[in-house]
């Protein structure tokens, strides 16, 4: 992943990143961001728009499902 500059959401700094391999030709593609007990998920072609947020361990789940797909 390499990150990316990225305007903030809530009261705290988050410093985004989006998959190394997304293009620019507006496919779909999430932007993910760390906090301390959270991990914080949105949509990289909506910046400004919501976003949701879950536990690590929930991240964990959901990338090793998205792996094996």
Not at 12 to 35: D, I, T
């Amino acid at each position: 992943m390499s990150t990316q500059a990225s305007p903030s959401t809530g009261s705290a700094e988050l410093s985004w990143f989006k998959s190394s391999y997304s293009g620019g030709e507006g496919g779909e593609c999430v932007e993910v961001a760390h906090s301390p007990s959270r991990v914080h998920v949105r949509d990289s072609k909506k910046l400004q728009g919501p976003h949701i947020n879950m536990a690590p361990a929930g991240w964990s789940c959901f990338v090793r499902f998205a792996a094996q797909s």
